[in-house]
């Protein structure tokens, strides 16, 4: 393992472990995966780790179609999915799959995140649809993923969770927790009637921003 290879684990377990602690998933759910530059391959967790326990042994290395590099350990049931995004967005270094409560909530319902705080379009791209449904771990929930990603930087798996797609580790986890806060103000706007969203003028100004800045270190 080269020294880049071993720092970019090490980034990997820290960013999962981190996930975890901030409650964006709950046991050994969810999942985080690192695109390693130049060679068309991908760190990921693995199945059914704990994040606490984690220790770079259990990252699994992984290619575009598929093929694992790493013996003895099973990537992530989501590898596909993860993989999709990489293979889609050029400008995608890290993908974090979490089971946020406020957004999975509305994951659930089925109701898109409206960009609500500039911050939303800064870093994610503006509101976040609702991919539709499919079954974890398949291609089609890869592909309706990716369909309902678009350009941006989170979709919410129908039924299912969120997604999360950054330029790196700390702009993936960033995202997520930026989609997560802007999800639990969301809903609880909506016990009491129905929030502004951001002008057609703000989107487009900050939008500009987030085109400026989602390739970016
Ligand atoms: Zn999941």
């Not at 991908?42 to 013996?71: C, G, H, K, Q, R």
């Not at 609500?116 to 609702?130: A, N, P, Q």
């Not at 969120?162 to 997560?180: D, F, M, R, S």
């Not at 939008?207 to 270190?217: A, K, L, N, Q, V």
């Amino acid at each position: 393992m080269s020294t880049s290879r071993e720092a970019l684990t090490k980034e990997l377990i820290a960013a999962a472990q981190e996930m975890s602690a901030l409650d964006l998933v709950g046991g050994t759910s969810g999942n985080v995966s690192v695109r390693i530059p130049g060679e068309g391959r991908v760190l990921i967790t693995p199945s059914s780790v704990p994040y606490a326990s984690l220790t770079p042994a259990d990252i699994v290395e992984i290619d575009f179609e598929s093929e694992i590099y790493t013996e003895g350990r099973a990537a992530s049931v989501e590898h596909v999915m993860h993989l999709e995004v990489f293979k889609q967005r050029a400008d995608v270094g890290a993908v974090f799959h979490t089971h946020s409560i406020y957004a999975s909530a509305l994951a659930f319902l089925r109701i898109p995140l409206p960009a609500l705080l500039e911050e939303m379009v800064v870093y994610v791209g503006g509101s976040v649809d609702v991919a539709e449904f499919a079954q974890t771990g398949t291609e089609e929930l890869a592909e309706n993923a990716c369909k309902a990603l678009g350009e941006k930087a989170a979709v919410l798996l129908g039924s299912h969770g969120v997604l999360c797609a950054g330029h790196n580790l700390a702009k993936g986890l960033h995202i997520a927790q930026v989609v997560e806060r802007t999800a639990r103000i969301y809903l609880t706007a909506r016990t009491i009637g129905v929030p502004h969203e951001l002008s057609e003028d703000l989107i487009e100004t900050y939008g500009s921003i987030y085109e400026y800045t989602r390739s970016e270190d």
